[in-house]
């Protein structure tokens, strides 16, 4: 197997694991439990490609949870951060996002493809610049802002997010159309 073709299939193995926010938060025990957030899976692919020979980092950003489940308007707020990884790749970095696994398509999330060489699209959209470990402190969402955190409806919507999750990977693996898709 050439470089660009190991580059893709780690890329692959990951991107293809159920993403879900009640699995693993890091590379080991995402093995272990076979799903897993942005962290995990960004966790993975860095230790992949360093395993490869590659430079490989975390990168950061802000960006807004979508719009489903339904339980997202109960935040006090959408704003949340994201974890990708980036390596070098014939001399510049590459963002390498395998964040939602393909029947998360059916609902609208954004699924990557990778050539191997340039940037994946973001599973979600940066609102605002990208960090990177030499840049500072890591980004914070709603910074500033005179929040009080509500465990009871983060809970409510991890919950219903994840059960979203599931529901839409059921109505992909019976090629039932997913209401509203378009919306998301």
């Known amino acids: 197997m050439d470089a ?9 193995a990951v991107r293809n694991l159920p993403y ?20 995990a899976k960004s966790a ?8 490869l020979g590659y ?13 489903r489940p339904a339980e997202v308007r109960l935040l006090p707020s959408r704003e949340d951060v994201h974890s990708a990884a980036e390596a070098m790749i014939d001399g510049r970095w590459t963002l390498v996002d395998a964040t939602h696994d393909p029947p998360l398509a059916a609902a609208g999330l954004a699924v990557a493809e990778w050539d191997g060489v340039t940037d994946t699209v973001p599973a979600y959209e940066p609102r605002g610049p990208l960090w990177r470990p030499r840049d500072g402190p890591e ?26 999750l599931r529901e839409v990977r ?15």
């Open 4 to 12: 660009r073709a190991e580059r893709i299939a780690l890329f692959l």
């Open 20 to 39: 879900a926010t009640d699995g693993a938060h890091d590379a080991v025990t995402l093995m272990t439990v076979g799903r897993g957030d942005c962290l």
């Open 44 to 51: 993975y692919l860095i230790e992949g490609f360093r395993a």
């Open 55 to 67: 430079q490989a980092q975390r990168v950061r950003w802000l960006y807004h949870l979508p719009d």
């Open 139 to 164: 980004p914070v969402p709603n910074a500033g802002v005179n929040e009080t955190a509500d465990g009871d409806r983060g809970d409510c919507y991890q919950k219903a997010f994840n059960r979203w």
């Open 170 to 184: 059921g109505r992909a693996a019976t090629n039932a159309p997913w209401p509203g898709a378009a919306d998301v």
